[in-house]
């Protein structure tokens, strides 16, 4: 499950970065833009449930595999990274055309945010 849902919600992430950045690239006055944005927040908070689900069965894996919950580390510093990044993006205020913009290049951002986490997670350790 650990791995599983990790690499799920990776998919995931960059399937909403696809979903947000066409939806920027082909601008405010194209008539798929809302739903692609409405499908890409889905997405978005879908794979922030899987890595969530990944997380909790990693927590359930260390208590069994060394009798501790987590331990600081670079892994646990890389997961609080996404966690906060999605967090971030998720909850971003509304209100101006400008911060509908920004809001939309930094959800856009969110599958390589995570993919380079991966990629980092792969290289230090």
């Given at each position: 499950?650990?791995?599983?849902?990790?690499?799920?919600?990776?998919?995931?992430?960059?399937?909403?970065?696809?979903?947000?950045?066409q939806?920027?690239?082909?601008?405010?006055?194209?008539?798929?833009?809302?739903?692609?944005?409405?499908?890409?927040?889905?997405?978005?908070?879908?794979?922030?449930?899987?890595?969530?689900?990944?997380?909790?069965?990693?927590?359930?894996?260390?208590?069994?595999?060394?009798?501790?919950?987590?331990?600081?580390?670079?892994?646990?510093?890389?997961s609080?990274?996404?966690?906060?990044?999605?967090?971030?993006?998720?909850?971003?205020p509304?209100?101006?055309?400008?911060?509908?913009?920004?809001?939309?290049?930094?959800?856009?951002?969110?599958?390589?945010?995570?993919?380079?986490?991966?990629?980092?997670?792969?290289?230090?350790?």
């Amino acid at each position: 499950i650990f791995s599983g849902t990790r690499i799920a919600s990776l998919a995931g992430m960059l399937f909403s970065s696809a979903h947000f950045f066409q939806s920027f690239m082909e601008g405010e006055n194209n008539t798929n833009r809302p739903e692609l944005i409405q499908r890409g927040r889905n997405f978005l908070v879908l794979s922030a449930l899987l890595f969530l689900i990944s997380e909790y069965a990693g927590i359930l894996w260390c208590q069994n595999g060394w009798g501790d919950l987590w331990r600081w580390g670079i892994n646990f510093f890389q997961s609080t990274v996404i966690i906060l990044w999605i967090m971030l993006v998720v909850h971003l205020p509304s209100g101006s055309r400008r911060a509908d913009k920004v809001k939309t290049i930094m959800r856009s951002m969110s599958g390589l945010v995570v993919l380079s986490q991966f990629f980092m997670r792969g290289l230090i350790g």
